[in-house]
C-alpha cells in the first residue's frame, strides 16, 4: 500500500522560508517523478512544482519560479519543497503526488498525471 506523508508545514510571516517533506513509502518508486501540488480556501488545486526521478529535469509553476526549490533523495524516498521569500498568497494545503506512470514529460504538470497522493501539510502565510 503507497503512503505519501508530507510534514513541515506551518506558520510564518511573509518573507520566511519553510521545508516541506514527503516520505514516500509501500513500493518501488524507480523511474517515477513525483510532484507538489497546493490547494488554497475556496480555490481548485494547482500545480506548484515537479521533478524527474533522477532529479535531473523540472517544472515549476510560474507564480514560484526563483522562490521555490522542489528536489529528492532517492535513497530515502523523500520529496522536498524548499520555499523562500513566502508570500500570502502562498497560504494553501500542500500535497506530494507520485506520477501514475514512469517516465517525464508535460504531463507532469497537470494533477491527473498523478496516481498517489499524500494527506496535506498546512502552509500559512502572514502579511
Known amino acids: 500500500q503507497v503512503q505519501l506523508v508530507e510534514s513541515g508545514g506551518g506558520a510564518v510571516q511573509a518573507g520566511g522560508s519553510l521545508t516541506l517533506s514527503c516520505a514516500a513509502s509501500?513500493?518501488?518508486?524507480?523511474?517515477?517523478?513525483m510532484g507538489w501540488f497546493r490547494q488554497a480556501p475556496g480555490k481548485e488545486r494547482v500545480f506548484v512544482a515537479a521533478i524527474s526521478w533522477t532529479g535531473g529535469n523540472t517544472y515549476y509553476a510560474d507564480s514560484v519560479k526563483g522562490r521555490f526549490t522542489i528536489s529528492r533523495d532517492n535513497r530515502k524516498n523523500t520529496l522536498y519543497l524548499q520555499m523562500n521569500s513566502l508570500k500570502p498568497e502562498d497560504t494553501a494545503v500542500y500535497y506530494c503526488?507520485?506520477?501514475?506512470?514512469?517516465?517525464?514529460?508535460?504531463?507532469?504538470?497537470?494533477?491527473?498525471?498523478?496516481?498517489?497522493w499524500g494527506q496535506g501539510t498546512q502552509v500559512t502565510v502572514s502579511p
Open positions: 509501500g513500493r518501488t518508486f524507480l523511474g517515477y517523478a
Open positions: 503526488a507520485v506520477d501514475r506512470d514512469r517516465g517525464w514529460d508535460s504531463r507532469n504538470k497537470f494533477d491527473d498525471e498523478y496516481g498517489y
